[in-house]
Structures are given as C-alpha cells and as structure tokens.
C-alpha cells in the first residue's frame, strides 16, 4: 500500500508559480513510479502532467510542458511539482500518484491517488 498526501495548493493570479508537494509513504514507495495529474470541473478523465522514475528521468505531457517541473526527495519521501507562468486554464484539482507499473502512469490508471490539492489561476 501507498498513501500519498499532497498540499501546496492555492489561488494565484495569472503568471504566478506554486509547488505542490506529495509526501508518500508505505512499503511500495521506493519501487513505484510517480506522476502528478490534473482535473479541471467538468471534465473526465484526469490529465497526466508529469511523471518521474526513481532514477530522476523525467516525463511531461505538452499540456504544461516547459511550465513545470516535477521532482522527487527520497530522503522525504517527497514528490513535487512545481508550476510556474499559470494561466486561468491551469485551474484544477491537482493529484498526486503512484503505481509500480509506469504504463499505468502514462495510461491514467494508477493504483494510487491522493486526496488532491486545489488550484485556481485567477485572470
């Protein structure tokens, strides 16, 4: 089992930067692949964002490519993200997840979520 609780979310206004942390815990932890993902109201399903394995390789999804960048404190057992230049279309429930397997990452079907952090971009 993995728990993940995420927090750092908040209201900006546009152009302004947040990081969102995801602290982990359980045994799984060390051998699963992270991500951050995002769902905006109304729409299905959640956006992949980012991923990242345990030797620090990096993914993004264009989405918001080249705005944010999701890293990882083991020593913490931190996952973060940090997201700068947001516009008013960023506004989402941001989550954190992890899965032992990164395909399930990269197909939206991880086997943990957390509770999710809210983020609104005001214009």
């Known amino acids: 089992q993995v728990q993940l609780v995420e927090s750092g979310g908040g209201s900006v206004q546009s152009g302004g930067s947040l990081r969102l942390s995801c602290v982990a815990s359980?045994?799984?932890?060390?051998?699963?692949?992270m991500g951050w993902f995002r769902q905006a109201p109304g729409k299905e399903p959640r956006e992949r964002i980012a991923t990242i394995e345990s030797n620090g390789r990096a993914t993004y999804a264009d989405s918001m490519k080249g705005r944010v960048t999701i890293s990882q404190d083991n020593a913490k057992n931190t996952l973060y993200l940090q997201m700068n230049s947001l516009k008013p279309e960023d506004t989402a429930m941001y989550y954190c997840a992890a899965d032992p397997e990164l395909i399930n990452l990269y197909v939206g079907v991880p086997s943990y979520w957390g509770q999710g952090t809210q983020v609104t971009v005001s214009s």
């Open positions: 359980g045994y799984m932890y060390s051998r699963a692949y």
